[in-house]
């Protein structure tokens, strides 16, 4: 069932019959699957096929308005709720302000409230629900759904966030995953699905990475890859960051680092958000510094090109809508410091989805389960 | 043909009725499939199962000495020959003086002189050769074999290896990658079976890496992942490099570099292999450069380790030979700077197959594909 529905997510309608010679099954497993693909309406008839001869057939297409994916990404200071059809297209969508801090109870219950709104919103029922995509700021121990030792998070460490939301959605299977994580995901799903090697960087408050390799997330043993943040920059300066340690690329590179500075030369500013401000209102400083911040972030990204050859690396998060001078700081040190052979390829580029790439991935988390040959019992 | 024999790779001895059901297949069908298999050698029947009554049915067994496999590690000065049998256990294996610069006819026509006396050594044909594997000191192109851009070998670049060695070993089929990802790939399948997340660093000469994630080895979009050798240390000394760039970590805590070094300060070492000899010999500044050359390497794979979280990082190549010194240097600085959550079960170890690493993961890459649905056909 799930191969018949791999095949055709690729958006073709094809006959019984060519899915029978693609899938390699009999023609009358295939027939009888179909039956039940389309009962359960993933699949939906969509008129005759060109025949040669005979009662033309009838052709097939994956429905993905059939099913609509809750996606939630979870910040510190704020959380987007999408609701997006099979094929992770955005029906419509919300940011509202929350404090990570209030802890999950709290957060979940406002989460849930959101979503059905949202669903009752888009004309949909909460009984239409495939899944839940969840994305969280801290390392998530992905087969669990749990989030482990979250550095801002107080009352989130080991919390079963998958079993107290799927509580309050109805039962609908709920995944987690690090929200840097979904932005790789759905940065690379959506506008460079034929790259096989991206890194996705989310520059805000923190500073944090999501590592495609061979068309893949890789999570690493604990779950703890791309973690950025706290990686010394090569030639930084020496100040001292929050987790202790000096010369971490956070405590040079990310909002909050800025904005302090910012401060402290008498441009007041104290989110990521007013440092995009400072630079859209062309204030020399602001600009300077984020050229400087680029460079730093070019230093650590250096390593990583040499380490892991990527193809495409991805500037998310609210620093990326501050302008080309990220950019042009961080290109300036990895197409000076990285070996040909690895930058002649290499695209650095500001993400395409914005805002948008953590629900984007964590919609796209979903619909690859469900659709699986592990995941399509909970909706057939 | 290719699923029940990677079922027997297990060394499990199994009954046609286990085969049939553990692949789903119809028994008529491993009847027919086990017959090929038998009449190829690569599979033998081991005696009797215990039965329920009626006569007791015939187990079967892979047989990996029923082909050989060349594997050839290529260094700068040095080549490593080994014939091993299909579970890539070394049968005999030969160290060479080359000199890599001689250029790839003739390097190569060396290569296949010694494989062949290797051969009759081994008291084996060249007719059961299943195939040769090659590793590289320098970027490879997988898909064809051929070095890329690489830096110490004038006439390689883009040449036919394994074109031009399959001519000179009876058409046996040749595979060829970098030296490196073979060394990582022998490492993790001998010693490391079960680690999914493992870092091969080889300290030699040059420094590089190899990187296996999820279990296999990751080349990166142009095949140049793990170039570790020119990455800026974090807080290292601004050096100069051969590459142009300061402050690589070749630059500082290569053979090559501690090696002059040495020599500045009046202990004369020109190679590795001198460098090993002082700090055997109990050269107290020999120690105490290999400790902060450890300490380089640290700065440079806390990074890694932020980026990637392996479960395991192994120190192999010739500068791993000299003891508990370099490992000190890069443990002290490794735990120091890496998060809690990516270090708790972090190991970091020397490498258990020392100088076999290459010839060790040459055989089992040219294993793992003669035995493939792929390559099968090469070998029935």
């Not at 959101?114 to 994305?135: D, F, M, N, P, W």
Request: with cysteine; glycine share 12%.
């Amino acid at each position: 069932m799930a191969g018949i529905l791999q095949l055709l997510r690729d958006r073709q309608p094809r006959t019984r019959a060519e899915l029978a010679q693609m899938t390699g099954l009999a023609r009358s497993t295939v027939a009888a699957r179909m039956e039940v693909l389309l009962a359960s309406g993933l699949v939906s008839p969509l008129g005759e096929a060109l025949s040669t001869g005979g009662r033309p057939p009838t052709v097939f297409a994956f429905n993905p308005s059939s099913r609509i994916i809750a996606a939630v990404d979870v910040g510190a200071t704020h959380v987007r709720v999408a609701i997006t059809d099979l094929a992770s297209t955005i029906i419509v969508d919300r940011l509202e302000t929350i404090s990570i801090e209030d802890g999950p109870e709290a957060v979940l219950t406002n989460v849930a409230g959101i979503t059905q709104e949202l669903i009752a919103q888009s004309g949909r029922q909460l009984s239409e629900l495939a899944g839940v995509g969840v994305g969280l700021p801290s390392p998530v121990d992905h087969a669990t759904g749990r989030p482990m030792n979250p550095p801002i998070m107080p009352g989130w460490d080991g919390a079963d966030v998958a079993g107290f939301l799927t509580g309050l959605m109805g039962g609908a299977p709920v995944l987690v995953d690090n929200d840097v994580n979904l932005m790789a995901l759905g940065e690379h799903r959506t506008e460079f699905p034929d790259i096989d090697h991206l890194l996705f960087v989310k520059v805000a408050t923190g500073i944090g990475a999501g590592v495609i390799i061979d068309g893949a997330i890789r999570r690493g043993a604990q779950g703890a890859a791309g973690d950025l943040g706290h990686i010394a920059v090569p030639g930084g300066r020496p100040v001292i960051c929050r987790c202790g340690n000096t010369g971490c690329l956070e405590a040079l590179a990310s909002g909050r680092a800025i904005a302090a500075e910012l401060t402290a030369l008498g441009s007041p500013a104290s989110s990521s958000g007013d440092v995009v401000a400072l630079v859209r209102s062309a204030d020399v400083r602001a600009s300077q510094l984020l050229r400087e911040a680029g460079r730093d972030l070019g230093r650590v990204l250096a390593t990583c090109v040499s380490m892991l050859n990527p193809s495409v690396i991805v500037i998310g998060g609210q620093m990326a809508e501050a302008g080309e001078h990220l950019l042009a700081g961080i290109r300036e040190v990895v197409y000076g410091r990285s070996l040909p052979l690895a930058t002649q390829h290499l695209r650095i580029v500001t993400s395409r989805t914005m805002g948008h790439a953590g629900v984007l991935g964590g919609s796209t988390m979903v619909a690859d389960h469900v659709l699986s040959r592990e995941g399509l019992s909970s909706l057939i």
